[in-house]
């Protein structure tokens, strides 16, 4: 059975079980904990050697990191990732902008706001920072979601799943989707497909503690 | 002929050019500057909506952006997007860890101490905040590097390409390569491939200025 290494929290790991969700592949979890710095121990850096979750372990014993690598990976061969390289491309370019442009402004100003207990100074000139890059990042979505149902093609990618994570949670960053009609539609499209369940619902078949 | 927008001090943009140098392919550069606050113009938007370069124009009129979009599709078919499936994972798996791990510290380090003329407290807490992550970052590039000529497989990929830009400049942001041999010889590596330029070589068979 598929290992995978993460916490109910986090929108990177949520990203690898919905996928597999859309798959049907069981998996048992380990818990790893950031808000108890669990990621960067020595134990799990033995794992992944960035100390960030997810990191997945297949059957034959290889071990996979990063999310969008890992998406990849298992959506190779499904419609998930299309076989078109255009769209391929298209794929990606979302990803990336994911990682680059939303997840460090959306993500980040939600863990700075609901899992930092005593904020620095320098946690609120970031959260001040980061507040117009989430807008702007939420800004480009809507502009895509206005008129498509889905950010690549004519159908969901991995490219939907890397976004909605933290869109979907935007709001504990201090993100207000209301005013992006667009991208509400496309929350719910995605919430209505087979296999969908929502962040903090258990799907392993097995939790086990970290380190194990 | 393809069409890139960007300048010679963007490692983002290098890893298009560099591939591109690698492929054989001839462009054209529309020059578009961060220092003077150009890809965030409506003008840049309008080929870009996320701002950022670099963005390339294939001769079909259709644009891309985000450099490992951008890199991926021109790779794919060559031996630089491997044709199996683990390669391909880990190819992306850096491809992620250098746009959220590395990039973010190294480059915006030197992006800073760089081109920053007048830098804010907020700025010299963010080298602080960083620093330590580019050096993490540079120890897991080590890890492999010690042992593998390459970062991925056998030969040259996308995924050096994408590490190569930044980690090359790491001096400017304040990073010493200089306990990192296995850093150090994966660079010269790197500069003996056929196709080969530095960042600062002008490599566009015509530059245009921007908007254009």
New interface residues.
């Given amino acids: 059975m598929l290992t995978l290494w993460g916490n109910l929290e986090s929108g990177n790991v949520y990203k690898v079980r919905l996928l597999w969700g859309w798959l049907g592949l069981p998996h048992r979890r380990i818990d790893v904990d950031q808000t108890r710095g669990e990621p960067a121990t020595p134990a799990f850096r033995a794992v992944n050697?960035?100390?960030?979750v997810p990191a997945v372990r297949l059957e034959d014993g290889?071990v996979?990191?990063?999310?969008?690598?890992?998406l990849?990976?298992f959506a190779?061969?499904t419609p998930y990732w299309p076989a078109d390289?255009?769209e391929?491309?298209?794929v990606?370019?979302w990803?990336?902008?994911e990682?680059?442009?939303h997840?460090?402004a959306i993500a980040v100003n939600r863990y700075l706001r609901r899992f930092v207990a005593e904020r620095s100074a320098?946690d609120e000139?970031r959260l001040r920072?980061n507040h117009p890059r989430g807008e702007?990042?939420l800004d480009?979505m809507e502009?895509r979601l206005a008129g498509h149902d889905w950010l690549v093609g004519e159908g969901p990618t991995i490219a939907d799943i890397a976004l909605y994570a933290y869109t979907r949670v935007a709001d504990e960053g201090g993100f207000d989707l209301a005013p992006r009609p667009g991208i509400g539609r496309w929350l719910a499209r995605m919430e209505a497909l087979p296999g969908y369940f929502p962040m903090r619902q258990e799907t392993a078949v097995e939790v086990l503690e970290f380190p194990s």
Same sequence: chains 1, 2.
């Fill in positions: 050697p960035i100390g960030k290889r996979l990191g990063e999310s969008g690598a890992i990849q990976f190779n061969g390289p255009w391929q491309a298209e990606l370019r990803m990336f902008f990682q680059y442009s997840e460090p320098f000139e920072h702007r990042a480009v502009a």
